[in-house]
Structure formats: C-alpha cells, structure tokens
C-alpha cells in the first residue's frame, strides 16, 4: 500500500468510529485527545506562524497499542485544538508492521521553510524489531507528508548501542542540526542494558554524522531512555528523557552544560519533571513569546500490565490523553519550575473564594461549581498551620474519594488513589516537599479521568488518572495534628 492508500484508511477508520468514542464517559472536559483509537506519546510539537502544533503516536484502528501512525492537531493556544488529517502512516518496507509503525520523533523547519519530521520506522522481518530513523517533507504546513526516497537516513546502531534506539531529537544549534538518540547501551532495555542518549550531527538533514554518547545512565537512570529531548533554558541545557526500568520515575530531567564537540552533557542536577503515575515521554517547543511548553502522554506503560488491557477508556472507543501543556523555568538551584500555561485561565468560569480558613479533624466541603472538571488554588499559611497532615478529598462521596495529602511533619505530599473508582486506579505516590517560604500554594486541576497537582512553587507536581464516575462527588478539606490554616481557596469551573 502507498503512503497516501495508508493515511486515506487510517482516516475512514478514525471517521468511522468517532462519533462513538466522543459519546464516552470518560472523555476528557478540557484535556487533548484524538477523536478515536489509541493515542500516546506527543510528537513534532512545533509552534508556527501562530499556531501550536501537536502530532503523536496514534492507532487509528482500535484503541489499544499497535501499528503506529501520527496524528495532527492544530491550537492558536494549546487547549481548543483542530483535529487535522492523520500525517504519517506505515506504508514501507522499512516501517510496516503491524508491532511497529512510524515511532516518535520530532519536526524542524528546513531552509526551504518545509516541515521536517524525523521518525523512527520500526519494522521486522523476522529477524527481530529493527529501529532505523527516517524524515518525510511537509511543504504545506503539516498536512501531508511525503516520506523522504532515501530513508532511513540513519540505517544502523552504533557500535555498543543495543537494537533500543529511537525517538529522534532534532535541534538547531549554532548554525548546524543536531539529532539525540534514545538508546540502551549493552544487552538492552529489557536486559538490564543501560540507558544513554547519542549524539548525531547534520549540515543538510540529509547525511548524519554520528558524534557520540552525550550522557549515560551509570546505574541511575533506568536501562533506556525512550523519548529524549535537548534544549537550553535559562542559561543551562535540560535533558529530559522517560527512563525504562526505574520503579516510579518515568519523566526524569536533568540539568546541565552540553559541550556539542566532545560531546558530552555535563550534570549538575537532575530532579523529575513530574512525580504522579502518568506523565511519560515529555517533548517541549518554543513559542513566539520565548516559552518553553512541555507535552506530555498523560500514561504510561506500567498501568497497561495491572489489568492485562489497555483500561477503561478501550471499551469506548478511545485510550491516551496529554496531560496539561506547562511552562518550564529553571531555578537558582537548577531545579526546573513548571506552571500550567496561563491560557487556562480563559478557561475558568464561576469563581468561588474562600478568604482565611481554619481547619482540624472536621471535614469541611470546599464550594465548587462543577465537582468533575474544575481547578482549585489553595494558598495555605505556614505560620499559622501547626497541624501534621491537611487531607484533600477529591471527587468524594461517602464511599468513593481520591486522598491528596501535605504532610508537613515529613515534608511529603501523597496522592492515594486506592479508593478513587470502581477498582480500576490503584497505588499510592509519594514524593519529597520543600516547604520554603510562608505559604504553600496547593495548585490542583481536575477533569473527568485525570488530577494534577502543582505545588512547591512549581517544583513537585504530579499528573494521576482516576476513573470516578459516581455521583455526588465534592471536594473538601480536614487536618490531623493541630489546625491547618488557608489564606485562601479559589475554584472555578473549567470548560472549553
Ligand atoms: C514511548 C515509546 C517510544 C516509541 C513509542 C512507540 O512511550 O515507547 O520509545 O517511539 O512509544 O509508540
């Protein structure tokens, strides 16, 4: 099959079921989706023109992993998005295959103002998965792709570097491109290989140039880092990368100094971009105004193994989201600081507040004009709180609650999500709270399958899916150990 016979079926498939999967229950209020099948880690995030554009990883033949393709939306401000027609599909001998496809990448603009994407074709023939990296053209903004006649443009691994090698990275730096690798240096992601990314080096996007390892796991970041991204912010260069293989960190960061000519990433700091259960395979682009926006898959791999199925959403039609585009900064300590992006904002409708509350062991329900899809800023006062714990009952009824809990005795925040649903959220998440300063501002946004939090100024933050679809759910408030006072509580109502 041509690639245009490819794209023209993926598209019938996705028409035709639509207009089932919008119907379902758990669709998001405000968060992206495709409008069917399966949809997972963001691609090509490029802002351009006045437009913000997201491709990703998408089947559009059922809603469970499998045959790759990108699908394509376009946003004038991250959060209405136009489903545009999917852009890239398996078609040739090089990343056809039902178990493979057009994996992730990235998209550039060329010096003939064509977009570029950068993918890696996964195919197998019978020998094993072979991961190879190819570019296809867009020169009308994104809508069709031809597949370049010479791909792959990277056709082997490295020496060293097992058959792990994806996700390529491209970047303009000093008037050359770059590409970084995700790759598992040794016996493999699976085989307690280790996780590195590599450095490749281009004058015309054509004929690469491999430079070598930039940085490497050395026992400390999983077995291999799937979806790499470089990019400098505030003075330094981040590395972000979703390691395999590393218990609960799934969007590590870390912080540095990138000497393109050795290569070498060198690391002063690393931290985690987000601590819930979803947030994976994280790229970032840069706006007109100077803004570094992270994309995220608001999933992972690991929930998928908990009930052998891809989850509650596959039975209507439909499975993946992005968690919220954010904005990142770097602070003095060279931890990044992530902020929802103010264009939510626009979406907040029915403001209630809350001026100078004091909280103990009784539960107090915080008013809210929608209890589902909704975003609520709590500004507590430190000075005044001698309470151990504040508990947040989240889509709460008398049976059924999510738990978020500061703890200030142990300077911890927790989401617990055992009680959250019918049964199909589990476990608890837990990280470390600074807790500088004399306020703690809790940050929360919650729509029909999701809650993220950020707090800490914007250090911790944690993306979660939960699945509550019963009635009566209310969010309130209760402190163990002493009192817990707010400054204020703000909700609205979110909707697009
Ligand atoms: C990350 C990932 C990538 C790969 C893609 C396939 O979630 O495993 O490494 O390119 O998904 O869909």
């Not at 690639?3 to 993926?10: C, G, Q, V």
């Not at 023109?49 to 033949?61: D, E, K, V």
């Not at 050395?218 to 990019?231: A, V």
């Amino acid at each position: 099959m041509t690639h245009s016979e490819s794209l023209r079926k993926a598209q019938e498939a996705i028409d035709k079921s639509a207009p089932l999967a919008s119907k379902g229950r758990f669709r998001q209020h405000y968060h992206f989706m495709a409008p069917a099948g399966w949809l997972n880690d963001p691609n090509g995030c490029i802002w351009r023109r006045g437009t913000y554009h997201l491709f990703y990883q998408h089947n559009p033949y059922a809603a469970v992993w499998g045959a790759m393709h990108w699908g394509h939306a376009t946003s004038a401000d991250l959060l209405h998005w136009q489903h545009q027609p999917v852009a890239l599909a398996p078609s040739e001998v090089y990343d056809d295959h039902p178990q493979g496809g057009v994996f992730s990448g990235s998209i550039v603009v060329d010096e003939n103002d064509a977009l570029c994407a950068f993918y890696t074709a996964t195919a197998n023939h019978g020998d094993g998965f072979i991961q190879t990296q190819c570019m296809a053209h867009s020169r009308d903004g994104g809508i069709s792709f031809q597949k370049y006649q010479d791909n792959p443009v990277i056709a082997s691994v490295p020496e060293g570097i097992s058959a792990d090698f994806r996700d390529p990275r491209v970047i303009r730096h000093n008037g050359l491109w770059y590409m970084v690798l995700g790759a598992s240096l040794g016996k493999g992601a699976w085989h307690g290989g280790e996780g590195c990314a590599c450095l490749y080096r281009s004058e015309n996007l054509k004929k690469w140039e491999y430079c070598g390892i930039i940085a490497r796991s050395e026992g400390r970041y999983g077995t291999m880092w799937e979806c790499p991204d470089l990019f400098p912010l505030d003075g330094k260069w981040i590395l972000t990368f979703s390691p395999m293989f590393m218990g609960g960190r799934k969007a590590v960061y870390l912080t540095g100094e990138m000497d393109f000519d050795v290569p070498r990433f060198n690391i002063l700091g690393d931290g985690e971009i987000d601590w819930g259960c979803e947030y994976y395979a994280v790229q970032s682009m840069l706006d007109d105004g100077g803004r570094r926006i992270l994309m995220a898959w608001q999933n992972g791999w690991d929930w998928m193994s908990w009930w052998k199925d891809f989850g509650p959403t596959a039975q209507e039609g439909w499975c993946g989201c992005m968690a919220l585009p954010r904005t990142v900064t770097l602070d003095q300590a060279n931890k990044l600081i992530s902020k929802p992006v103010c264009e939510l904002e626009m979406l907040r409708k029915n403001k209630k507040k809350i001026v100078g509350l004091k909280v103990g062991t009784e539960k107090i329900s915080i008013p809210c004009s929608d209890p589902v899809s909704f975003e609520l800023k709590m500004e507590i006062d430190l000075t005044q709180t001698a309470a151990q714990k504040l508990h947040i009952l989240l889509r709460a009824n008398t049976e059924k609650y999510t738990v978020v809990t500061v703890d200030f005795s142990t300077k911890k925040l927790r989401f617990d999500r055992n009680n959250s649903d019918d049964g199909y959220s589990r476990g608890i998440k837990e990280c470390d709270l600074l807790l500088t300063g004399s306020t703690c501002i809790v940050h929360l946004f919650s729509d029909i399958s999701s809650i993220e939090i950020f707090t800490d100024e914007g250090m911790t933050t944690m993306s979660n899916k939960v699945y509550p679809l019963h009635v009566n759910q209310k969010t309130c408030v209760w402190a163990e150990g002493g009192d817990a006072f707010f400054k204020t509580i703000n909700t609205w109502a979110l909707g697009l």
